[in-house]
């Protein structure tokens, strides 16, 4: 949820050759662009990406021109994401990277802030060290209850209105008052936090667009370092700050480590819940298995299969390769860009049967499981049956919060927070429904693939009016 993945450039849709140095045998580069899940399966070029007979790491395109490569198999994904070969910190080369048209997108954040995501090795385990108490699983049931109270009042203050945005009016409030409980951003600030961050993550690097967006988003950072110094109150925040301040970590890690932690946790949750609430809008099993008659196991079993089908980040960052080396049979020089495609992974058909389909009851892909079961049926599995608590199969299945060192701090918060958003949405509302015809929803981005909008009918009376769009991101 805190950024264990990248957004990194935005894809294109143009083809680019392969890099030189690489047989021409290799398939063609196809852009790496996998559409989210509304119902209508996937493009032409998505499916080049996830067909099982296909190589499992694939020349992309990404925005810019950036020419890459991908792993699109789970178990090779898997690897890339541990490989020493490989380093998230480009400074490490020392040289030329492979690919990059001309320049290095210096308006990325995620490429080149000091912070997790472009650290390896030592570097990166000291600053997560330094954050990591903030997100151990007491500390998580200690930010989980107080935003499980906020999130009641969101839900609640709801009632009564008969149409709503379950982006406005749910994720983005539960997005600004997480990133408050995680950095102490102070509640006349989260509306500005959370604009900032999505038009930061959403810009096109090279643009005047991202470079406005990132000014705005420095400032924000400041007024969270200026919050953390006059806080009594332990955050991962004033942590960072104190290692600032006794010289374990620099400015420009300060800011970074700030500056993802925020942006990752509002891109995840905007995008995560709407997306989810969307396929339970669309799919009667998986709103079935959110609501009321249903046990813990089974309920967290339907949340996990939504994180798979829409994993906060559709593609990770980029790690580039220190030295010649080959990946699953592809000769790659130094410098060579590979990113892992997380949804094609999530949907690689030989490893989750009928990938598409949102099932409770699926086995584990590294554990054998017979069971299976209809999620419709009159007489759901007892908990005991279902074998299938989330965090365990999840930590061996699907990859929405990523694999290896650079595994998501925030992974047991994000898939409560998730949880509990759309359970409790849904038996509050057992009546919701779409209010736009699916057509007319637009989605931003391609690695985010998040929803502007996902208007609803509430079905439980009068409307009373429109609130401020942020109204109550960091409500008390």
Do not use: K
């Amino acid at each position: 949820m805190t950024g264990t993945h990248s957004p990194g450039p935005a894809p294109v849709h143009a083809p680019a050759p392969a890099q030189a140095s690489v047989p021409a045998a290799v398939p063609a580069s196809v852009p790496l662009a996998c559409p989210a899940l509304h119902e209508r399966g996937f493009t032409a070029a998505a499916r080049r990406l996830t067909t099982p007979d296909g190589p499992a790491l694939r020349p992309v395109t990404l925005g810019g021109g950036l020419r890459a490569w991908a792993a699109t198999d789970p178990a090779l994904a898997r690897d890339v994401l541990t490989d020493p070969r490989l380093t998230n910190d480009i400074g490490e080369l020392g040289g030329p990277v492979q690919g990059f048209p001309g320049r290095r997108y210096p308006e990325d954040f995620f490429a080149h802030a000091p912070q997790l995501l472009s650290a390896s090795g030592e570097r990166h385990r000291g600053l997560r060290r330094i954050v990591a108490p903030y997100f151990t699983a007491a500390a998580t049931e200690r930010t989980g209850a107080r935003l499980r109270d906020i999130m009641a009042r969101i839900i609640g203050s709801l009632a009564g209105r008969d149409r709503i945005d379950l982006v406005t009016d749910l994720a983005l409030p539960l997005a600004g008052a997480t990133a408050g409980e995680i950095l102490g951003i102070v509640p006349e600030r989260c509306d500005a936090a959370v604009t900032a961050a999505l038009a930061a993550s959403g810009a096109v690097p090279g643009t005047e667009e991202a470079r406005s967006a990132h000014r705005v988003f420095a400032q924000t950072v400041l007024h969270i370092i200026g919050a953390a110094r006059r806080s009594s109150v332990p955050t991962a925040a004033t942590a960072l700050l104190d290692a600032r301040q006794s010289g374990r970590i620099g400015n420009a890690e300060l800011a970074g480590m700030l500056g993802m932690l925020l942006i990752g946790t509002v891109d995840s949750l905007s995008t995560v819940v709407p997306a989810g609430a969307l396929m339970a809008l669309r799919r009667p099993e998986v709103r079935h298995g959110l609501g009321d008659g249903h046990g813990p196991a089974y309920t967290t079993a339907v949340t996990e299969e939504i994180l798979r089908l829409n994993p906060p980040f559709q593609h990770t960052g980029w790690r580039f390769t220190r030295d010649d080396c080959a990946l699953a049979g592809v000769p790659l020089p130094r410098g060579a860009v590979v990113v892992t495609s997380v949804l094609a992974a999530n949907l690689h058909s030989a490893t989750w049967p009928d990938p598409l389909r949102a099932d409770p009851l699926r086995a584990d892909p590294l554990r054998a499981d017979p069971l299976r079961a209809d999620p419709l049926r009159a007489d759901p599995p007892r908990v005991d049956q279902l074998r299938v608590a989330g965090h365990r199969r999840t930590a061996a299945g699907h990859l929405s919060f990523g694999h290896g060192p650079h595994y998501c701090l925030g992974a047991a918060l994000g898939r409560q927070l998730v949880h509990e958003a759309l359970t409790g949405l849904f038996r509050r509302f057992p009546r919701l429904s779409l209010a736009a015809p699916l057509g007319e929803l637009s989605w931003h981005g391609t690695c985010l693939r998040r929803l502007d909008r996902l208007p609803v009918d509430t079905g439980t009376g009068p409307r009373t009016g429109e609130p401020d769009r942020l109204s109550h991101v960091c409500s008390p």
